[in-house]
């Protein structure tokens, strides 16, 4: 579900009561727990999303307070007026009736957080210039505007004004080059990566490429997603070095030559784990808060010592990424803290 239905004045709210399994409608509102409302009285259910997130995983987990004793809190919309709902929120209503079978309009949603965009990406010049020249790149795969948490509109600004920028900077690019790879780069490249493509199709291990990927997926989101501890990092970039060990022996399901996608996404899980240990490793580092990187070991944000980008370069002959910093222009808006609690509020 989109954050939009907190917009419109979705309420999130969980029984009071652990086990409590009853028909959502048929629970009286003194025993509902408004969570988001009653930590956050000031903003309520538009908290931001990161402090929304973290607050449903402290229901979830630390409460043990999940509907059905499962991972999901109510994002309840009943008390609006349906021709609002249709006008406002009528796409995403319909995509949950379908897929659930219940018409959020009568009865709560069923949601918990999930994973919806990446926040970092390839470092970009003003000209949405790679550090490659020649190769340009803009929205969500490149590493500015995503702010604290990639609030709404931040990617708006990331593909239709990186966009705008990368377009005519690659054209004047290719205009300005003298002569078309009189060096032999694109054929020197294009035999390095048949030859990453043979290496695939030739390769006998006894690792499935799908179930290291999942084991990926599952290593990441336990440690690197909404709460960050040091310790866990470290196991967790252990781990990363661990499967790309056994990506090593993988055995390809498919070794045909014609569309042949097995080959593209091993190809993709290699780069996978290389970007997953820049993250793991990125974040162990950063020791503070900021915005979705809370460590609760550092709670609070440190521009003194981490108002700056951190940067990663592959390192092909470590096999592993390198890292440094660079500090982040906050000349025109200098940055200040974000308050939410009542007791913070001026
Ligand atoms: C449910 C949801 C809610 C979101 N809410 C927000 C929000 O509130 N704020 C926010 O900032 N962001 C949000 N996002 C993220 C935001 O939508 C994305 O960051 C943004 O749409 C990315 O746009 P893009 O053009 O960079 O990439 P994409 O829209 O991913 O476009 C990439 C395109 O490249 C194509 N492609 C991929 N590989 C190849 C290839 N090899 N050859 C040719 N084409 C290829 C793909 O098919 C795709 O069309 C949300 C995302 C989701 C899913």
Redesign the pocket.
Same mark, same amino acid.
């Given at each position: 579900m989109? =954050?939009s239905a907190r917009g419109e004045g979705g309420r999130v709210w969980v029984p009071r009561t652990q086990g409590d399994n009853r028909d959502p409608k048929s629970i009286p509102e003194s025993e509902r727990w408004y969570f988001l409302e009653e930590w956050y009285p000031k903003y309520g259910n538009l908290v931001p999303r990161d402090v929304a997130t973290r607050a449903i995983f402290k229901v979830v987990y630390e409460h043990n307070l999940g509907i059905d004793g499962k991972p999901m809190v109510y994002l309840d919309l009943t008390h609006i007026d349906r021709k609002i709902l249709d006008k406002k929120l009528e796409g995403i209503l319909e995509i949950y009736e379908k897929f659930v079978g219940d018409d959020p309009r009568d009865t709560p949603m069923k949601i918990f957080p999930g994973m @919806?965009?990446t926040m970092g990406g390839l470092w970009v010049d003003y000209k949405q210039s790679t550090n490659i020249p020649g190769i340009y790149s &803009?929205? =969500?795969?490149e590493y500015q505007y @995503?702010g604290a948490n990639?609030?709404? &509109?931040?990617?708006?600004v990331?593909?239709i004004w990186g966009g705008f920028i990368a377009g005519p900077s690659a054209v004047q690019y290719a205009r300005g080059l003298q002569q078309s790879d009189g060096n032999g780069y694109f054929e020197a490249e294009r035999k390095r990566q048949l030859e990453i493509n043979d290496g695939l199709m030739r390769a006998d291990g006894s690792e499935n490429p799908f179930l290291l990927w999942r084991e990926l997926g599952e290593e990441m989101t336990k440690n690197c997603t909404v709460i960050r501890y040091n310790k866990n990092l470290q196991q967790c970039d252990a781990k990363l070095v661990e499967l790309l060990e056994r990506f090593q022996k993988i055995n390809l399901s498919d070794r045909s030559q014609w569309a042949n996608t097995t080959v593209a996404f091993a190809r993709q899980l290699y780069n996978m784990l290389q970007l997953s240990r820049v993250i793991a490793q990125g974040a162990a580092m950063r020791d503070e808060s900021r915005g979705a990187h809370y460590k609760p070991d550092f709670p609070d944000r440190d521009d003194k010592n981490w108002l700056k980008t951190t940067k990663a370069t592959f390192a092909p002959d470590a096999d592993e990424p390198k890292f440094e910093f660079e500090p982040v222009d906050v000349s025109l808006i200098p940055p200040r803290p974000r308050k939410y609690d009542v007791s913070d509020w001026i």
């Amino acid at each position: 579900m989109s =954050e939009s239905a907190r917009g419109e004045g979705g309420r999130v709210w969980v029984p009071r009561t652990q086990g409590d399994n009853r028909d959502p409608k048929s629970i009286p509102e003194s025993e509902r727990w408004y969570f988001l409302e009653e930590w956050y009285p000031k903003y309520g259910n538009l908290v931001p999303r990161d402090v929304a997130t973290r607050a449903i995983f402290k229901v979830v987990y630390e409460h043990n307070l999940g509907i059905d004793g499962k991972p999901m809190v109510y994002l309840d919309l009943t008390h609006i007026d349906r021709k609002i709902l249709d006008k406002k929120l009528e796409g995403i209503l319909e995509i949950y009736e379908k897929f659930v079978g219940d018409d959020p309009r009568d009865t709560p949603m069923k949601i918990f957080p999930g994973m @919806h965009y990446t926040m970092g990406g390839l470092w970009v010049d003003y000209k949405q210039s790679t550090n490659i020249p020649g190769i340009y790149s &803009a929205g =969500e795969s490149e590493y500015q505007y @995503h702010g604290a948490n990639r609030l709404g &509109a931040n990617s708006l600004v990331s593909c239709i004004w990186g966009g705008f920028i990368a377009g005519p900077s690659a054209v004047q690019y290719a205009r300005g080059l003298q002569q078309s790879d009189g060096n032999g780069y694109f054929e020197a490249e294009r035999k390095r990566q048949l030859e990453i493509n043979d290496g695939l199709m030739r390769a006998d291990g006894s690792e499935n490429p799908f179930l290291l990927w999942r084991e990926l997926g599952e290593e990441m989101t336990k440690n690197c997603t909404v709460i960050r501890y040091n310790k866990n990092l470290q196991q967790c970039d252990a781990k990363l070095v661990e499967l790309l060990e056994r990506f090593q022996k993988i055995n390809l399901s498919d070794r045909s030559q014609w569309a042949n996608t097995t080959v593209a996404f091993a190809r993709q899980l290699y780069n996978m784990l290389q970007l997953s240990r820049v993250i793991a490793q990125g974040a162990a580092m950063r020791d503070e808060s900021r915005g979705a990187h809370y460590k609760p070991d550092f709670p609070d944000r440190d521009d003194k010592n981490w108002l700056k980008t951190t940067k990663a370069t592959f390192a092909p002959d470590a096999d592993e990424p390198k890292f440094e910093f660079e500090p982040v222009d906050v000349s025109l808006i200098p940055p200040r803290p974000r308050k939410y609690d009542v007791s913070d509020w001026i």
